[in-house]
């Protein structure tokens, strides 16, 4: 099997063929699955393939091989289909035929099916619905479109992709003026641009390529801008679909993925690159040609979807590191640049919190914590450190805002939910099962792991919280404390959902939210001070956190020895000494170790982190 353009362009022509000749070799059509060598093929060619998240999907035509970078926000219950079936033929013995990978079961102009043949093969598939990755950062987006354009020119003829529809509109006066909104803001930033000898965005600078310092500017935050959508018969996707999503602002489009595997190993909020055969059709299916059995889904002219040939859970969403990171040679280089890179990524939050060395030091803690052992009735979750800052008033009241620009320019995936009455009445932040519609309807707390949630509680204003606010809440509660997303049903309790997500609260008096590091502002600088950091520097703080979540971390024997030893002797000075304590303190050691590039605790490491607890403690208390 070679690799061709026709692969892009018409893969179901290769599934037939591969087909036919494992059952003219005499095998049994319910055994048939893509050779190995074949995926291995599509996978390595990765960069030939449209990717729906760079390619405008009014351009792609149904039947094409896609990839889609996405996560999974709904499963829907298995759906039964005809895998293989007999045709009669006029002209000799009938023949074996699959619908594999295809939305419509027989293929048009065949009526000489044998429904009863006994040589008929029913399977089922898992149709589960994905949308693109909420929260992306636009780094991430433009860095991923960046490889397509270098890696992959689209040839339109080669690729049968068709011309671009012209767009008629669902809920045309809104449509109308999103676009005119959409307009004007572009206008006033090609203006903007016109008038200015620099760039002030992290991520505008990053896009020109060079490496001057830039300063980034931290009261506006870069939003993710995603402007594909998905077409129906006229171009645009069904507003009911469109926004059933986690993150509403997003303008992201999502598909109905069907995977083939017989037992599904996703759950709910991985990860995935999905390759696939796309199919996005204009009419309804006729009801005679098709069969198929399970979920009431919605029609491809409303929902595409990507019939799944092969998936790749992502180890992470960093598009200038390579898809495995755990390799010896990629943790050699992480070991290496670590201290450096970690004393750049502190200076600049040194800088953003006004001189506040503990602060900036525990904020980096923060950014590169990741949960790492959580126990099976989920009373104990280590590895996290959420955390709140307060005391943001005054001259500090943009601190909110500058961190949000700056962490959505480091961080894969960053969401700042403003913690305004009207949001957290309206807003909904558990995921709920819709039994009208058989769907799940979107939760803003839908993240994917890895994920940095900034909770702005400087944005809270005086008023009554409705029954929808006190459960978004408790939702924010119950995530900071246990790394669980709860989802609702009607007739039975909340099902729990385990997430990792990393959450930052940042508030005028100390926050409401359980937050169990709770750390008030003590500035060092008497001014704000710009942050300048060159693209480079950006990406090396970006490559650094992802590797410091990544890394494998150990206590060797005589390390555990030690802390055991020390934790007894402490004890016995401080009473209020308790065995959560240990673990704090514990979590806190594992994070100085991983982000100064130790894969293992040493007895030097151990005492610098029972100090930096004990300094974090005596904050706490005197600001009590």
Not at 212 to 220: F, Q, S, W
Request: aromatic share 6%; hydrophobic share 35%.
């Amino acid at each position: 099997f070679v690799f061709t353009m026709s692969v892009l362009s018409s893969p179901l022509n290769i599934v037939d063929g591969l087909f036919s000749d494992f059952i003219q070799a005499g095998n049994n059509a319910s055994s048939f699955a893509l050779p190995q060598s074949v995926v291995d093929e599509i996978v390595s060619n990765r960069e030939k393939i449209p990717s729906l998240n760079d390619v405008d999907r009014m351009h792609i035509s149904p039947g094409s091989l896609v990839r889609f970078r996405c996560m999974v926000q709904d499963t829907h219950n298995p759906e039964l289909y005809m895998d293989a079936y007999e045709v009669a033929s006029e002209e000799g013995p009938s023949i074996m035929k699959t619908s594999r990978y295809r939305e419509e079961t027989f293929i048009d102009g065949e009526n000489a099916v044998k429904i009863e043949s006994p040589r008929n093969v029913l399977k089922s598939r898992h149709p589960l619905h994905c949308v693109p990755v909420p929260g992306e950062s636009p780094w991430v987006i433009v860095g991923f479109e960046k490889q397509a354009e270098i890696d992959h020119k689209l040839e339109m003829d080669d690729l049968n992709i068709t011309s671009p529809l012209k767009r008629a509109h669902i809920d045309s006066d809104d449509e109308d003026e999103e676009e005119e909104e959409n307009e004007e803001e572009e206008k006033g930033e090609k203006k903007a641009q016109a008038n200015s000898n620099h760039k002030t965005s992290a991520t505008s600078a990053m896009e020109e390529g060079d490496d001057e310092r830039v300063a980034i500017d931290m009261n506006t935050p870069v939003k993710t801008r995603r402007t594909n959508k998905f077409s129906t018969d006229d171009g645009t996707v069904s507003s009911h679909h469109k926004h059933n999503l986690p993150l509403e602002q997003e303008q992201a489009s999502p598909a109905l993925v069907k995977v083939y595997d017989e037992e599904l190993s996703l759950r709910i909020h991985d990860v995935i690159e999905v390759f696939g055969v796309y199919m996005n059709i204009p009419e309804p299916q006729k009801e005679e040609s098709n069969f198929s059995v399970g979920a009431v889904l919605p029609s491809p002219s409303v929902l595409p979807r990507i019939h799944c040939i092969h998936f790749v859970p992502l180890q992470h969403l960093n598009p200038h590191l390579p898809p495995a990171i755990d390799s010896e040679a990629a943790l050699n280089s992480f070991e290496s640049s670590a201290l450096r890179v970690r004393k750049l990524l502190k200076n600049v939050l040194k800088k953003i919190l006004w001189g506040d060395d503990l602060l900036a030091e525990y904020l980096l803690l923060h950014l590169t914590s990741t949960v790492r052992f959580r126990s099976k009735d989920n009373t104990l979750v280590l590895g996290h450190l959420p955390l709140n800052i307060y005391g943001l008033v005054d001259e500090f009241s943009d601190i909110p805002k500058r961190l949000s620009g700056f962490l959505s320019a480091i961080t894969t995936c960053s969401h700042s939910f403003d913690m305004s009455l009207r949001n957290l009445n309206t807003t909904r932040m558990n995921p709920k099962k819709n039994y009208n519609t058989d769907r799940l309807e979107a939760g803003a707390l839908q993240l994917c792991d890895g994920t940095h949630l900034t909770l702005n509680e400087t944005a809270m204003d005086e008023g009554d919280l409705i029954d929808r606010g006190v459960k978004n809440l408790i939702a924010l509660q119950h995530l900071l404390q246990v790394q669980q997303l709860l989802f609702e049903f009607d007739h039975i309790r909340p099902v729990p959902f385990n997430l990792d997500v990393q959450m930052l609260v940042l508030s005028e008096g100390k926050s409401l939210l359980p937050a169990k590091t709770k750390l008030k502002l003590e500035p060092s600088f008497s001014e704000k001070e710009p942050v300048h950091v060159s693209n480079e520097e950006q990406q090396s703080i970006r490559d650094y956190i992802v590797m410091v979540k990544k890394a494998p971390y150990s206590i060797p024997e005589d390390v555990q020895d030690v802390v055991s030893d020390d934790f007894s002797t402490r004890r016995q000075k401080e009473k209020s000494l308790q065995g959560d304590s240990l673990h704090r303190m514990l979590n806190l050691a594992r994070a100085l170790s991983l982000s100064k590039g130790h894969t293992s605790l040493t007895k030097e490491l151990w005492s610098e982190a029972q100090e930096l607890d004990t300094t974090i403690m005596l904050r706490m208390k005197a600001t009590m």
